[in-house]
């Protein structure tokens, strides 16, 4: 399960991907924005720096910025940094393994089934890098406001055509 630390690190980090090039973010203002604790912030930002996944500089002009790329920052290595490995349970891990005392591993159904959910855990994540976890963060935004203009207009019981969908005549 993601933690409240790999969480909010996400959140940071896709605050700081819409950032323009180069540009610092305050912490308080990530925080602000993200609804972060601010000191729990500053710990987590500590790690993605360690990490290399940002950039940090003191003073009045300072703030953090990303050390690399959006699109070359993978979502499964920030959540390994964060949180430790994606498996659920330490048996079907592929970084941190721990064998189980309790249990023959080459039969037991829990450990196979928690290996698939790890596989398929690590799958997504290491597909996907920020800058896509961002453009789908502004993707939802941009729904969002439609769907609130529409209905502050009054229109939300009008038909909304969606080119998805096949048309159907009506008879």
């Given at each position: 399960?993601?933690?409240?630390?790999?969480k909010?690190?996400?959140?940071?980090?896709?605050?700081?991907?819409?950032?323009?090039?180069?540009?610092l973010a305050?912490?308080?203002?990530i925080?602000?924005?993200?609804?972060?604790?601010?000191?729990?912030?500053?710990?987590?930002?500590?790690e993605?720096r360690?990490?290399?996944?940002?950039?940090?500089?003191?003073?009045?002009?300072?703030?953090?910025?990303?050390?690399?790329?959006?699109?070359?920052?993978?979502?499964?290595?920030?959540?390994?940094?964060?949180?430790?490995p994606?498996?659920?349970?330490?048996?079907?891990?592929?970084?941190?393994?721990?064998?189980?005392?309790?249990?023959n591993?080459?039969?037991?159904?829990?450990?196979?089934?928690?290996l698939?959910?790890?596989?398929a855990?690590?799958?997504?994540?290491?597909?996907?890098?920020l800058?896509?976890?961002?453009?789908?963060?502004?993707?939802?935004?941009?729904?969002?406001?439609?769907?609130?203009?529409?209905?502050?207009?009054?229109?939300?019981?009008?038909?909304?055509?969606?080119?998805?969908?096949?048309?159907v005549?009506?008879?």
């Open positions: 399960m993601l933690t409240k630390k790999g909010y690190g996400l959140k940071a980090l896709v605050h700081l991907a819409r950032m323009p090039a180069g540009q305050f912490v308080g203002d925080a602000t924005g993200n609804n972060i604790p601010k000191k729990f912030l500053d710990a987590i930002l500590g993605l360690n990490a290399g996944f940002v950039q940090s500089r003191k003073g009045k002009e300072g703030g953090y910025r990303l050390a690399r790329p959006a699109d070359e920052i993978r979502v499964g290595h920030v959540v390994r940094v964060l949180d430790g994606l498996a659920p349970i330490p048996c079907a891990s592929r970084t941190q393994y721990q064998r189980c005392e309790d249990c591993e080459a039969t037991c159904q829990v450990r196979h089934l928690m698939e959910v790890r596989q855990i690590a799958e997504v994540l290491d597909q996907r890098s800058a896509e976890m961002r453009d789908i963060a502004d993707d939802l935004t941009i729904a969002k406001d439609a769907d609130d203009l529409t209905i502050a207009s009054g229109m939300s019981d009008l038909p909304v055509a969606r080119d998805d969908l096949p048309v005549a009506q008879a």
